[in-house]
């Protein structure tokens, strides 16, 4: 915490010239050893007995107007030195930071070659997995939609023929669906190739 400030060419010019002669003769002896001092640093409790000083004599002069051109004087702060155990402790956690970021960075990087024909075997099966899932899912929507229309409408038609025919018709409408979505599906993959 700043507690003095460098004098300025405003008070060094105000004590080497008459404008402070109506002071106090220790004050002025005191201000003047300051001026004199090594950086030459004014205490803060020497400016405020100043000022006090100045307002008893009605000196024309205002304290503002001494301390132009004065810096604060701003001790330095003293670094602490670091701990090793903290030092190093950093050190482990950055390493470890730094290793976490590299594999998440190369998680889906191999250094196996994706040419051979068992990686081209293993293509073909997955596409052929997915065509398999794809038809599967197909016959078991439309059965579910058929099951659900023939058990549902038992409320609705008592004769079984009309069941049957209400349930074939909306399974074929939810079959028809089905297969539009799989085509534009399929078109959009097609087309990203």
């Not at 700043?2 to 002025?28: I, K, T």
């Not at 155990?85 to 290793?99: C, D, G, Q, T, Y």
């Not at 998440?104 to 081209?120: H, P, Y």
Request: net charge neutral.
């Amino acid at each position: 915490m700043a507690s003095a400030v460098r004098a300025g060419w405003r008070l060094r010019q105000a004590a080497e010239g008459g404008e402070l002669a109506g002071l106090p003769a220790g004050l002025r002896a005191e201000l003047e050893a300051a001026l004199a001092s090594e950086g030459a640093l004014v205490p803060f409790s020497l400016l405020r007995r100043l000022h006090a000083a100045l307002r008893e004599a009605g000196s024309p002069l205002y304290l503002h107007q001494l301390l132009e051109g004065c810096e604060i004087d701003l001790p330095e702060v003293p670094v602490p030195p670091r701990n090793p155990e903290l030092v190093a402790r950093l050190e482990r956690i950055k390493a470890k930071l730094a290793n976490e970021e590299y594999r998440r960075m190369t998680r889906n990087i191999t250094g196996q070659e994706m040419n051979g024909t068992l990686a081209e075997f293993g293509r073909q099966v997955r596409s052929v997995k997915a065509v398999v899932i794809t038809i599967v899912n197909y016959i078991v929507t439309v059965v579910a939609a058929f099951a659900c229309t023939y058990l549902g409408s038992q409320y609705v038609f008592v004769e079984t023929a009309a069941r049957v025919l209400s349930a074939v018709i909306v399974a074929s409408v939810v079959g028809l669906a089905e297969l539009y979505v799989m085509v534009r599906t399929l078109e959009g993959d097609l087309g990203k190739l």
